[in-house]
């Protein structure tokens, strides 16, 4: 075979095992079944799987589809299925479970803003969030010099501002004292 192609055909050792094989009388071209983890996992299997329990962990389902855990996480990944928005899933199922829970026949509507950064957010507890019926509150821009509540004061103010233009400064001060004359106190809020 050498003498005929040089560079396309396989090496010495290989045609040493096929011979081998075409002596005994086996001259199927498919690999036989071996001990280790399997090369490819059932997606359609890992989903099942995944309904059925979707709080359990990949070590745990190595040993219902007999794969390693890594091909797990790969075949995960591949279904759209986050790390990070699991662990997400699980800790919102079960405070909005508490809110019901703690507070029978008077549950509040719920502003929820996310610890981490914006970049960080899954569509996917986004979506969850929604459907409890809570509000997401949008992070605030980053800003060393600007504390949290200054900024929600300051984007109600620009909204208020919003269209009017002005001269002098007495109109800017005139403005500005009846925009927070005009909003509520704190105290009048709390004890609605």
Known sequence: MRDVDKDHTPGQRTNVLWYKRFKVGDYTFEHEERSGRPSELNLSELRRVMKTDPLQST??????????????????????????????????????????????????????????????LAR????????????????????????????????????????????????????LTSYFASSACLLERWYL
């Open 59 to 120: 070590m745990e389902m190595t040993g219902t589809l007999g794969v390693h855990s890594s091909s797990i996480e790969s075949g995960l990944k591949k279904l759209g299925m986050k790390k990070k928005s699991d662990d997400m899933y699980r800790t919102t199922s079960n405070l909005s479970i508490a809110i019901v829970v703690w507070t029978p026949g008077k549950v509040r509507k719920v502003h929820y803003q996310h610890d981490n950064a914006r970049p960080h």
């Open 124 to 175: 996917e507890v986004n979506s969850e969030l929604l459907q409890f019926g809570w509000t997401l509150l949008p992070h605030p821009p980053y800003s060393p010099d600007i504390a949290t509540s200054n900024y929600w004061l300051l984007s109600d103010l620009t909204r208020y501002l919003e269209g009017k233009s002005f001269t002098t400064r007495a109109q800017v001060e005139t403005e």
